[in-house]
């Protein structure tokens, strides 16, 4: 189950709670009965190995297929043409 932290908005008293995934949050100080805030926290995630950047996931191949440009679509079909002229010319 994870553990929660919470702070009093009147007293200031911060505390830690245990709770379900479906528990309603805490919305009343222990210590005073003033309301509380829940405290968000950064979270400790440590990415360790390959795979975790944008180059690591491509191989040598797909970069240099990547980065040249596409024939476009009409110097292909004047190849098409220029090659039926000349079929047909023969």
Do not use: H, W
């Not at 009343?28 to 950064?42: E, T, Y």
């Not at 944008?54 to 040598?60: H, V």
Request: glycine letters at 8%; aromatic letters at 8%.
């Amino acid at each position: 189950m994870p553990t929660y932290s919470y702070a009093c908005k009147e007293c200031g008293e911060a505390f830690d709670a245990v709770q379900s995934f479906s528990d309603d949050p805490l919305t009343v100080c222990p210590n005073c009965g003033g309301p509380l805030r829940k405290l968000f926290n950064s979270v400790g995630v440590v990415f360790k190995g390959s795979g975790f950047y944008r180059t690591d996931s491509r191989s040598s191949k797909a970069d240099t297929t990547a980065k040249t440009e596409p024939k476009s679509a009409s110097s292909d079909t004047a190849a098409k043409v220029e090659k039926a002229t000349n079929s047909a010319g023969s």
